[in-house]
């Protein structure tokens, strides 16, 4: 059953999630497709990143339930170089005993209206595992939609994986030229 949004804050990460956000990320590198890692960072690496989505100026977003940290989502560019930079890439991971409660729709809605404020035009979701049912819907339920599959792009668990690429326009995406990354 779905929580209230209201019992789900949403809210920016800080050093102190991090913990809580690096054992989210750890069960799904070892246990799903989402993620082409195969061994989960330790967390100082977790905090490194979330160092370097900060410093890009992007938003690196927590969710709770009942005071715990159970989610998190974040962006970061699309690609590295420059003409590529009013599209981000976005990340979303929801903790295994907190599924289909709804906290993934709000982190990524909470995303959304984050990066489409701050200026970008596209979002982009490269989702590990043409299987992803969960993800698929998630991305397709907040008006993406799919761009492509890269047919076997992984190797995991003894089997080939694809990558499902989706895209949603933020604002007015391609229909109006770009203004400044208020950032
Ligand atoms: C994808 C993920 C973030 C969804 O988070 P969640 O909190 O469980 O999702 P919600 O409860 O907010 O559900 C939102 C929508 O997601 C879809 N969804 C969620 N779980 C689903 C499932 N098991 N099967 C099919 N669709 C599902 C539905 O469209 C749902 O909308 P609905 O409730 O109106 O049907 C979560 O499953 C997860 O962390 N998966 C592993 C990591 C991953 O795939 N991340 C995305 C990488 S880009």
């Known amino acids: 059953m779905k929580a209230n949004a209201g019992e789900i804050p949403i809210r920016d990460s800080t050093d102190g999630d991090m913990a809580a956000v690096r054992s989210i ?14 061994v989960a960072p330790d967390p100082a690496e977790m905090a490194r990143r979330r160092q370097a989505v900060l410093k890009g100026g992007f938003p690196f977003r927590v969710a709770e339930l009942r005071g715990t940290v159970k989610g998190f ?36 809605a909470d995303l959304i209206e984050r990066c489409t404020a701050l200026g970008h035009r596209q979002m982009i979701a490269i989702i590990g595992d043409s299987g992803n049912a969960a993800s698929i819907s998630l991305h397709a339920n907040l008006g993406f939609r799919e761009v492509g599959v890269i047919k076997s792009a992984g190797f995991k668990f003894g089997r080939w ?22 950032r």
């Open 25 to 38: 990320y750890a069960h799904h590198v070892q246990n799903g497709l989402a993620s082409f890692e195969e």
């Open 73 to 108: 989502a974040h962006a970061g560019p699309y690609r590295h170089r420059p003409a590529y930079r009013f599209s981000v890439e976005n990340s979303i991971y929801v903790a295994p005993d907190a599924l289909g409660l709804g906290l993934g729709r709000l982190l990524l």
């Open 161 to 182: 994986v694809d990558s499902v690429i989706m895209q949603r326009p933020l604002g007015d995406g391609g229909d109006s030229p770009p203004g400044d990354l208020r």
